[in-house]
Each structure stands twice: as C-alpha cells, then as structure tokens.
C-alpha cells in the first residue's frame, strides 16, 4: 500500500479564496482523522471520521472549515474564505480499529498570504 | 478524559550517549500508547506502540519505551544517539481498542538535538 496520501503537498493562496485539501487514506482503515500543526499550537485534532461518518469535529476552528468523506477512499477539507492565520501544515492520518495506530500522510502546508 | 503531558520541550545529548524522552499520561480507560517521531519538514512516523502487551516495547532505530501503570510515565529510550535521531517526538495516548471515544491525543512534543 502506498500509505496515505495528501494533496496537493504545498499550497499557497491569496486571503478570501477557497482552499480544498485531500485525502486518500489507507485501504481498509476505518477511521480518518484531520490534524493541523502549527508552532504556536502544535498538533490539533481537528475531525476524526469513522466509516464515513464525521464522528467529533470540536476541533474545528469555526464555519470557514467543512470537512467531508464521500466514501472510504477520499476526504476533503475546505477552507472558505481562507485567513492568513489558517497558515499551517495539515495532515491526514488513518487507522485500522480504535485504539490502534494512526498512520499520516506527508502533509499540505498552506501558505495564506 | 486523556491527556499527555512530555515533560521537556528540547533535549540535548552528545552522539553516542544515551537518550532519555519523558512522557507522562492521564486516561480515564485503559490506555494504547505511542511515540512517533518527525525529522524536519516530513510527515509523522510510528516509532513504537504499547497496547496493553509487554510493559517493555521496542520500536525502530533502537527506542524503546516502558509502560509503568503505577507511575503513569512511558519514557522513550535509546542507549546511544546517532546524529540521525534529531526530530521532535511525540507522545502519543488514546483509549485502548473498544471504546467509542478514540481519539489520539498528542503531546506537545521534545525536540532531540545530538550534538557531535
């Protein structure tokens, strides 16, 4: 398996505009989870999916962020409108059972300017 | 409720000595712990896992870690630091299998340098 794999891997963007991040988790894994990472605020969960089904988004900042998974092979994650503070690297990580280890991709760093 | 505490924001050791990263947990269940590690600009790596198993876990690139229940602690160790193991490492907790709240919970995370 290739892992999960995040696109696009960079990502600039001007204040104002919509930014859609995905996600292609692991074959088979039943949960997918958001984080963003940042040097102020380290690694924060922002959504966890488990069977599709968003399970706990409390750590989603506010209503410019959604996030979706259509089916078990793909996620997304928009920003709309973007803000310079939404500057960080974002990953994808997905997991087999609960309990067990989470696997990440390589992460979007997004650069709102 | 869960949360991680890792007790250094930055360790310092020489090539070659030893490495000690301390991390301690709190869990309402029975918790599976991890490290992972992150070398600059890349993703995030499973070093190593305790999931209710042996107390003593060993991972990759020689870490190891020790689940001590009485003391709520699951230090990561290495008995001599090469020039690679720089990163930053994260202590990682959740809810053993079975419960409906799995989240990982991240620590804030130790920055490893190896001095030459």
């Known amino acids: 398996d290739a892992g999960v794999i995040q696109s696009p891997r960079h990502e600039v963007t001007e204040m104002g505009q919509e930014v859609t991040l995905r996600c292609k988790p692991i074959?088979?894994?039943?949960?997918l989870f958001w984080y963003r990472q940042t040097m102020m605020r380290g690694l924060e969960l922002l959504i966890y999916?488990?069977?599709?089904?968003?399970?706990?988004d409390s750590g989603m900042p506010e209503d410019r962020f959604s996030a979706k998974m259509p089916n078990a092979s793909f996620s997304t994650l928009k920003i709309q409108p973007s803000e310079p503070r939404d500057s960080a690297v974002y990953f994808c990580?997905?997991?087999?059972?609960?309990?067990?280890?989470?696997?990440f991709g390589q992460g979007t760093r997004l650069t709102v300017v | 409720a869960q949360s991680v505490t890792q007790l250094d924001s930055h360790v310092s050791v020489s090539e070659g000595t030893p490495v000690l990263l301390r991390c301690n947990y709190s869990?309402?269940?029975?918790?599976?712990l991890f490290w992972y590690v992150q070398h600059p600009n890349k993703g995030l790596q499973l070093l190593l896992k305790y999931t209710s198993a042996a107390t003593l876990v060993k991972g990759i690139n020689g870490f190891e870690a020790e689940f001590k229940k009485s003391e709520t602690s699951f230090h990561l160790t290495k008995p001599s630091a090469h020039m690679s193991d720089a990163a930053e490492y994260f202590c990682?907790?959740?809810?053993?299998?079975?419960?409906?709240?799995?989240?990982?919970?991240f620590g804030s995370g130790t920055r490893l340098l190896v001095r030459p």
């Open positions: 074959s088979g894994h039943d949960y």
């Open positions: 990682v907790v959740t809810p053993a299998r079975g419960d409906s709240s799995y989240k990982l919970i």
């Open positions: 869990s309402s269940y029975s918790p599976s």
């Open positions: 999916f488990n069977n599709n089904v968003p399970i706990d």
């Open positions: 990580a997905s997991s087999l059972v609960s309990g067990s280890e989470a696997f």
